[in-house]
């Protein structure tokens, strides 16, 4: 009965043994790995904040200022709209996920992210917009 008890205190002793191994070398194979799987997790993020309505080229006047901080007004064009988002050609590199106060024609406000700023020819960058609501109108 001693040799059963034996056995078994064996066998748990070699299944923790596997179990740590196996757990050692996983980890050491996702450190290996992590700038692919870094890259693999931005570009899945990529893909699920794709856009999801269509875009309407459109000029409008607009004026960009960040929320916070010192104050940075810049007045400056959209490329293209929707009613959640737009493009924007600024002279200003912002930082993406960074808050901004878009003002556009008629007074109104809205609160923007930075979805993107993309450097552009010259001294300009292109930068997507991504808004808390929706805009009923850009023409108004």
Not at 2 to 7: P, R, V
Not at 53 to 62: D, G, L, P
Not at 105 to 119: E, F, M, V, W
Request: aromatic share 8%; charged share 25%; with cysteine.
């Amino acid at each position: 009965m001693e040799w059963k008890a034996n056995i078994v205190v064996w066998v748990i002793t070699v299944a923790v043994f596997l179990g740590t191994l196996v757990t050692l070398v996983s980890m050491f194979f996702i450190f290996s790995r992590r700038e692919q799987i870094r890259e693999a997790l931005r570009k899945s993020e990529r893909v699920r904040m794709h856009r999801m309505e269509s875009r309407t080229r459109a000029r409008v006047e607009v004026e960009l200022s960040t929320p916070n901080g010192p104050s940075s007004n810049e007045i400056t064009l959209t490329e293209n709209v929707s009613r959640h988002g737009a493009r924007v050609v600024t002279k200003r590199r912002w930082q993406p996920s960074d808050g901004v106060i878009v003002k556009w024609p008629g007074n109104r406000h809205s609160l923007a992210r930075i979805a993107y700023c993309k450097p552009l020819k010259g001294d300009a960058f292109a930068i997507g917009l991504q808004f808390s609501s929706a805009v009923v109108s850009w023409m108004l």
